[in-house]
């Protein structure tokens, strides 16, 4: 069926450097995409989200690119900091609702 | 304003039980869904309500079920629970409104199948 996954399972970097994490996707109808940040004991945390009719979108140190043509989308933080340090998971839906489908994380380990 | 929250924190059953599981949305928001996240299976989709009715659903057996009161809290239903059933349960909750269809979470329920 249908799924969207993760490349990496596990991504260290240094304090200050900037974090990419990327998704591929398989459903070319995904219209709504959303990243989310799970800290350990807590719900996934909304961070950016983005539509298909757009390729990037930014928020504050967080950046999210969307190439339809590969369907891969990735997220981007930039002077990674020690609170960054979570699970991060790409989900999409089609057609509005809540109906995600979540890719299956990365561990974004940060170091000092 | 408080955020998605959800009862009991914890909670433990034995098998052939059942289980009812507690959330209450964002005040405002009227959408409420339920996915359950386990390590082997990653977050999936269980339902969704809106206005006291289910207008999705995912995968499960019809041993899960869930329901919408007319403040749009939810609560969910698991009958005679397996091992596999343990997992933890995520409510979220969204606001509906065209061009902000944002998913908020709750902290989530986690239940151990004993």
């Known amino acids: 069926g249908e799924s969207v996954g993760l490349h990496l399972p596990t991504l260290s970097v240094q304090e200050g450097d900037n974090s990419i994490i990327n998704c591929a996707y398989s459903?070319?109808?995904?219209?709504?995409f959303i990243w989310y940040k799970q800290e350990s004991g807590k719900g996934p945390q909304f961070i950016i989200d983005i539509r298909s009719n757009m390729d990037k979108r930014q928020g504050q140190r967080v950046t999210v690119l969307l190439n339809k043509t590969v369907k891969h989308l990735s997220l981007q933080i930039a002077a990674t900091q020690p609170g960054d340090s979570a699970v991060y998971f790409c989900?999409?839906?089609?057609?509005?609702?809540?109906?995600?489908?979540f890719g299956t994380g990365t561990q974004l380990k940060v170091e000092l | 304003k408080a955020g998605v929250t959800q009862t009991p924190r914890y909670l433990i059953k034995t098998r052939g039980q059942q289980v009812t599981l507690s959330c209450s949305p964002i005040s405002g928001h009227r959408s409420v869904s339920w996915y359950q996240q386990t390590p082997g299976q990653g977050l999936q989709f269980l339902f969704e309500?809106?206005?006291?009715?289910?207008?999705n659903k995912g995968n499960f057996p019809g041993r899960f079920s869930g329901r919408q009161f007319s403040n749009s809290r939810s609560e969910m239903n698991v009958s005679t629970l397996e091992l596999g059933d343990s997992a933890l349960y995520l409510c979220?909750?969204?606001?509906?409104?065209?061009?902000?269809?944002?998913?908020?979470f709750g902290s989530g329920t986690q239940l151990s199948v004993l």
């Open positions: 459903n070319s109808a995904s219209d709504y």
């Open positions: 309500y809106f206005s006291e009715t289910q207008r």
């Open positions: 989900a999409e839906t089609t057609g509005g609702g809540n109906k995600l489908t």
């Open positions: 979220a909750s969204s606001l509906e409104r065209p061009g902000d269809e944002k998913l908020f």
